[in-house]
């Protein structure tokens, strides 16, 4: 907990948008510490891949990292999803991308084909549409696992083992219905999501790489 309120004060120095330069020293008087104490925070953010540090003579330079802006949207939006109580809703947004092309196979594989019938209510179309989430959207991912999920279980078949995962409902555009698919085993980072729909959802709602979309999880 340390850590991230002392990221929260380099953001606010700076640090969120470009490189900062201070002393421990300095930083110390941000955070109401020693400057051994500081030093240490210092230090105990690098380690942690949240801040990129180059000591000079005029001081530390410091940036907050992509991994550091991630741990401080996620910081954000549980601080949002405390203060939106009575709100059960919860917004991705991001822009469409091109996937690895496994979607159609999977969803065309009868184990999940299946479970995806009964469990969601819809014929899937054979495919995926991928989405790379943008800035607070990354954090907000993280929400996901305080609501109920639909499990799909894994199975073996052909001498293979196909894992398992879990599934939320969401709504694009007006009235279009799908679900996020989250394998146990994927090859995809956290910052992208794959959703499966009754309906080609780039032709659907005319997307194509690069169109900004919402996905609401109800």
């Known amino acids: ?27 110390a008087q941000y955070i109401s510490s020693s400057p051994q104490t500081a030093s240490r925070r210092l230090q105990a953010l690098e380690q942690a891949g949240y801040i990129t540090r180059k000591i000079e003579s005029s001081g530390q330079k410091v940036m907050i990292t992509k991994q550091g802006r991630q741990a401080l949207e996620t910081e954000y939006m549980e601080y949002r999803q ?32 299946d479970q995806f ?9 054979p495919g995926t549409l991928n989405i790379k989430l943008e800035g607070e959207s990354v954090g907000c991912r993280t929400m996901l696992n305080l609501k109920d ?10 001498n293979r083992t196909f894992g398992g995962g879990r599934c939320y409902p969401i709504k694009l555009g007006k009235g279009t219905r799908g679900a996020i698919m989250i394998p146990e085993r994927t090859h995809y980072p956290e910052d992208i999501i794959e959703i499966i729909s009754p309906e080609n959802l780039r032709n659907k709602l005319k997307l194509k790489d690069g169109s900004k979309i919402t996905v609401l999880i109800e």
């Open 149 to 158: 999920s639909i499990i799909i279980d894994g199975f073996n078949s052909k």
């Open 117 to 125: 019938v009964k469990l969601l209510e819809f014929e899937p179309y």
């Open 82 to 113: 405390i203060f939106t109580r009575n709100s059960t809703h919860i917004e991705l947004t991001g822009k469409v991308i091109t996937g690895l092309g496994e979607g159609q196979y999977y969803t065309n594989l009868k184990g999940y084909h």
């Open 1 to 27: 907990m340390e850590n991230i309120s002392a990221l929260k004060k380099l953001a606010l120095l700076g640090g969120f948008d470009g490189i900062i330069t201070l002393s421990s020293t300095e930083f």
